[in-house]
């Protein structure tokens, strides 16, 4: 499907769905609220956007989802932010890559305003950086970073997990046990046809792991973990393009999900630094080989 080319100032009326369904993005008042847009790669995605939709051409689409105002208004801002955020997690947008705010200005058509907005608002978060002379980039990768990254999250993931099974009740061990049915029920690979990772998947893989640390009483401790997760989302993503990926039978998750319902700290703690750091093991390779 073509992109469209509606304005950014109002709705594309192939973006009305039914509200019953759960999909509807805007409201039949022509309120933008939560919509549809073509973005990166061929995924249906709920991304919020006061541009225009195939922003950046190509018509393909990807999973994004982004905060709205308390009354449902999504800044442009926000949704620009969203979509390179997602690209730059998913290794679409390269390490090193420039991020000229000209040219993300004219591709979103909007101001240059909410494209700082939304540039800076990564660069907070390390997944972009101000280089001299040159604007923004996507930062860089490296090993080092890699082990470091790795280590934070071994220490704070092992912190947050070791609380809930101390204080987690039976909507805790339930959240766990859901979370780890609908990863291991959801295909790594996406089934339409198209390249690339599956977003359901990778969208199940961080409720899981948030899921293990959900109850230890700290939002600091879990939005940290968070955080964590999604910086070495991007190691991963790197790996994956690479072509290396995990080869090993072991349901590992089911077996950290096991551990922690039997409320084995011990074990489950070890088992869960184990899986990052045999993930990082895996990726160090294709990042110590990167140019640059």
Same mark, same amino acid.
């Given at each position: ?31 933008? +609220?939560? !919509? ?5 790669? *061929? %995924? $249906?995605?709920?991304?919020?956007? #006061?541009? /225009? ?48 705010? +000209?040219? !993300? ?5 909007? *101001? %240059? $305003?909410?494209?700082?907005?939304? #540039?800076? /608002? ?67 690979? /996406? ?102």
């Amino acid at each position: 499907m073509p992109p469209c080319r509606c304005r950014a100032d109002r709705p594309c009326p192939r973006l009305i769905h039914d509200s019953a369904s759960g999909q509807a993005m805007i409201d039949q008042s022509g309120r933008i +609220r939560i !919509l549809w847009i073509i973005g990166w790669r *061929g %995924l $249906s995605s709920p991304a919020a956007s #006061l541009y /225009r939709c195939g922003a950046f051409g190509g018509g393909r689409m990807r999973q994004r989802m982004v905060v709205a105002d308390p009354e449902g208004k999504i800044t442009r801002a926000s949704a620009i932010y969203a979509e390179l955020r997602g690209a730059i997690l998913d290794g679409t947008l390269a390490p090193g890559v420039r991020l000229n705010v +000209r040219e !993300l200005s004219a591709r979103f058509d909007t *101001g %240059l $305003s909410p494209v700082r907005e939304a #540039l800076n /608002r990564l660069a907070m978060e390390g997944f972009a950086a101000h280089a001299d002379n040159r604007g923004f980039v996507v930062s860089p990768v490296s090993v080092p970073e890699l082990e470091d990254l790795t280590q934070a999250r071994c220490w704070v993931n092992e912190l947050g997990l070791r609380r809930s099974i101390a204080l987690g009740d039976a909507g805790w061990e339930e959240a766990v046990l859901v979370a780890c049915h609908r990863l291991s029920r959801t295909p790594r690979e /996406r089934t339409d046809g198209a390249t690339g990772p599956n977003p359901a998947w990778n969208a199940a893989h961080k409720a899981f792991h948030q899921a293990l640390v959900s109850a230890c009483g700290s939002k600091w401790l879990i939005d940290t973990c968070s955080q964590l997760f999604d910086s070495a989302e991007r190691y991963r993503s790197l790996a994956r393009l690479a072509g290396v990926s995990r080869s090993d039978p072991r349901d590992e998750h089911r077996e950290i999900m096991t551990a922690a319902l039997d409320r084995d700290a011990d074990r489950a703690a070890a088992l869960l630094t184990e899986h990052f750091q045999r993930t990082a093991h895996l990726v160090r390779t294709v990042v110590g080989n990167r140019p640059g």
